[in-house]
């Protein structure tokens, strides 16, 4: 059944790539991002940094491109080291986002980055800081869209353990401070 539904999926990733405006950051594939601009529409966030998120900002919103991990992963039986092979793939695509945040031609105005997750324990040493959304509604949207994703990464699915997606957020100065060779 999952690797039907994994087939299925492949057919219309292509199609979901191109309807939601995701760009790929890294022509060789070894980022694990996707991204868009985006104008953020939440409650102000003030980041540890100091940055100030508010409505309207412009943000680069990451995708992790779940279909190509997925597939990657799907021969690991333990959930801890898939959870490391995904840390350790997204610290190789954080200096490659941090390059194509500032080679953009908006980077003036972009503020910072946002993701939506359930993988958010973990994130601080990426230099992310999570925050639950307040919209009751968007939370049970999210829980609900992640259904598929849980189903084929998880060997003991449950709808009654489906973990709470946070906002990934970080500051574009953070990241390149970061991230960036200097």
């Not at 100091?50 to 991990?69: E, F, P, Q, S, Y």
């Amino acid at each position: 059944m999952r690797s039907c539904f994994l087939s299925i999926w492949s057919v219309i990733d292509p199609f979901y790539y191109f309807f939601s405006r995701l760009t790929l950051i890294d022509r060789s594939q070894s980022s694990i991002f996707r991204v868009r601009l985006t104008r953020y529409k939440g409650i102000d966030v003030v980041l540890s940094d100091g940055t100030m998120i508010r409505k309207n900002d412009v943000l680069i919103k990451i995708h992790l491109h779940n279909i190509k991990l997925i597939k990657e992963l799907r021969n690991i039986a333990s959930a801890v080291r898939r959870g490391i092979l995904i840390y350790q793939k997204t610290c190789i695509s954080m200096p490659i986002l941090a390059e194509y945040i500032q080679n953009h031609r908006k980077a003036d105005q972009i503020k910072g980055i946002i993701g939506i997750t359930t993988l958010h324990k973990g994130v601080e040493r990426l230099g992310f800081e999570a925050v639950e959304p307040a919209n009751r509604f968007y939370r049970m949207f999210k829980k609900l869209t992640q259904i598929p994703i849980l189903y084929l990464t998880s060997t003991q699915f449950s709808f009654r353990k489906i973990p709470p997606s946070h906002y990934l957020f970080i500051s574009k100065e953070k990241l390149f401070n970061s991230y960036l060779q200097k």
